[in-house]
């Protein structure tokens, strides 16, 4: 538990959103609090299904897709 939380607390010092996912499903397992810094959402939004994939310019989703997988 305690390396768990000291993951959280560096992934949130980082001036990025850091996310991990599951490259099948699209399900996030993690998002640091970045994204609300720099990106205007809570980091709990980008749990609700779609959410994140739904942020992806419909024309640049394909290669997005493929990039990510």
Do not use: C
Request: no cysteine.
């Amino acid at each position: 538990m305690h390396q768990a939380r000291h993951f959280q607390t560096l992934m949130d010092s980082i001036e990025s959103v850091i996310i991990e996912a599951d490259a099948s499903t699209w399900e996030l397992a993690f998002v640091s609090q970045e994204a609300l810094n720099l990106l205007g959402y809570l980091a709990e939004q980008w749990f609700r299904p779609g959410f994140w994939v739904g942020r992806v310019h419909p024309a640049d989703l394909g290669e997005f897709k493929r990039t990510m997988a």
